[in-house]
């Protein structure tokens, strides 16, 4: 079965500093993988999304993540922090949609706090 | 990608009574999908809604208590029926389209 877990339920970084949102799965085939942010109030908003060919992925908001197989993680980065990216932060897995469709499995999220 | 809206935007419901969520999509779509949100808690899905066929509900969620309806590839609705303060969450809707889902922008559901 699949499962996301998500390392750190709550990250605060200072303006202009590098963004480093942790994400593991687990997963017997070739998983997709997505980023998704949820800001206050609103609805998911997908940043960014692994399916196939190059494991560096980038998103929306200058968000990339990159996909490495060996250590079944997909991790989020971003160079420089905004105030504007403080959001809660959704990290999902489904397996490929070939014939049938598997759900999409949720970590548990990080919020993620920018301070001046 | 879509543009999803849902209907209300949020509402406080007194114990025992039943809302109804309507959830609209720009475009036809085949697959539709209800997902609960509770307080500070990630997303976990309700069921899955496709057009003529009956909804697939998860594990923990039942049709009687979530009855979903699918008339067309643009609309769904989902009830939450006979509300307790358990129910207090953000309910969301979400459709896929090709290997991605989008999400609409929920409905923040109190039961008082």
């Known amino acids: 079965a699949q499962s996301v877990t998500q390392l750190g339920s709550h990250v605060s970084v200072s303006e202009g500093a590098l963004v480093l949102l942790r994400c593991n799965y687990s997963?017997?085939?070739?998983?997709?993988l997505f980023w998704y942010v949820q800001y206050p109030n609103q609805g998911l908003q997908l940043l960014l999304k692994?399916?196939?060919?190059?494991?560096l992925v980038k998103g929306i908001n200058g968000f990339e993540a990159e996909f490495k197989k060996s250590e079944t993680s997909f991790h989020l980065t971003k160079p420089s922090a905004h105030m504007s990216d403080a959001a809660e932060y959704f990290c999902?897995?489904?397996?490929?949609?070939?014939?049938?469709?598997?759900?999409?499995?949720f970590g548990a999220g990080t919020r993620l706090a920018v301070h001046p | 990608s879509a543009v999803i809206s849902q209907k209300p935007s949020r509402d406080i419901c007194q114990r025992g009574t039943s809302l109804t969520i309507q959830c609209q999509v720009d475009?036809?779509?085949?697959?539709m999908f209800w997902y609960r949100q509770q307080p500070g808690q990630s997303l976990t899905l309700i069921a899955t809604?496709?057009?003529?066929?009956?909804?697939?509900?998860e594990s923990g969620f039942v049709i009687d208590k979530f009855p979903i309806s699918r008339p067309n590839l643009t609309f769904s609705t989902l009830t939450v029926s006979n509300m307790s303060p358990e129910d207090s969450s953000i309910y969301l809707c979400?459709?896929?389209?090709?290997?991605?889902?989008?999400f609409g922008p929920g409905t923040r559901l109190t039961v008082l």
């Open positions: 979400s459709v896929r389209i090709t290997d991605t889902q989008y």
């Open positions: 997963s017997s085939v070739p998983p997709y």
């Open positions: 692994y399916t196939t060919g190059a494991t």
């Open positions: 999902a897995v489904s397996v490929g949609f070939s014939g049938g469709y598997n759900k999409l499995i």
């Open positions: 475009s036809q779509v085949t697959m």
């Open positions: 809604a496709n057009q003529g066929s009956e909804a697939t509900y």
